[in-house]
């Protein structure tokens, strides 16, 4: 996942816009990696082979008859982050290359309403499992402590985008061995779009769907048990 996730999450919430609650900025003492026995961001992983894990990607079908399939490229890129600048220090990483999992793939999917275009994005990553949850840790750890931020006024757009991401309190049934959901909200134009990020990880195989908050919750069970190879 790395670093090219912050990018996919700011990118879902950069349409959108809204004051939002600011999230919580407090240094976390606690080492996420704590426990390991080995550098947690080595190498020697256990892992699927893309090809497998671009299998267990959702279908438009799967997410439902309305929706159809956009062109999503898997990342090659985990060195931009957008406007948010996350202090790896804190977490013992000297670069964000550190973060890099054996294999990442990604899939998008858009529905029409109206007068505009809802999308969700699947991201599944693969590594060894101990690597695996010690990368989500860390990522969805920068999610929640990064922000506000403002993205740079683009053309047709009148002022700049102001986004906040906050943690939100996970659903009631467990998906995975860890889970993680961010809310991120988006201001720009006086509109408001709130932008939900879902992750899960079991095993060596790791899910984030990213996109309204109803389409994630419609969709990110069968998601977890496609990954996991379940259906």
Not at 188 to 205: H, L, M, S
Request: hydrophobic share 35%; charged share 25%; proline share 6%.
């Amino acid at each position: 996942m790395g670093a090219a996730t912050i990018t996919l999450a700011l990118s879902a919430c950069g349409s959108s816009n809204g004051p939002g609650s600011t999230p919580g900025t407090e240094a976390k003492q606690a080492d996420p990696l704590a426990g390991a026995t080995d550098r947690p961001f080595g190498s020697g992983a256990t892992a699927l082979t893309a090809q497998k894990l671009r299998q267990r990607l959702l279908t438009a079908s799967e997410v439902g008859p309305a929706y159809k399939a956009v062109t999503e490229g898997d990342h090659d890129d985990n060195d931009s982050f957008g406007p948010c600048k996350p202090d790896f220090a804190r977490y013992g990483i000297n670069d964000p290359k550190e973060l890099d999992l054996a294999a990442e793939v990604k899939s998008g999917f858009a529905l029409e309403v109206g007068d505009g275009r809802s999308v969700l994005k699947e991201e599944l990553s693969t590594d060894a499992p101990k690597k695996l949850a010690a990368v989500y840790k860390v990522i969805f750890d920068v999610f929640s402590t990064c922000g506000p931020l403002e993205v740079p006024e683009e053309p047709g757009q009148h002022g700049k985008i102001s986004i906040t991401m906050e943690k939100a309190p996970l659903p009631e049934r467990r998906l995975g061995e860890e889970q993680y959901r961010i809310l991120s909200t988006a201001t720009w134009d006086g509109k408001t779009e709130v932008t939900e990020i879902a992750g899960v990880r079991d095993g060596n195989v790791g899910i984030v769907l990213t996109g309204p908050s109803d389409m994630v919750k419609q969709n990110l069970g069968k998601a977890v048990a496609k990954a996991k190879g379940m259906t």
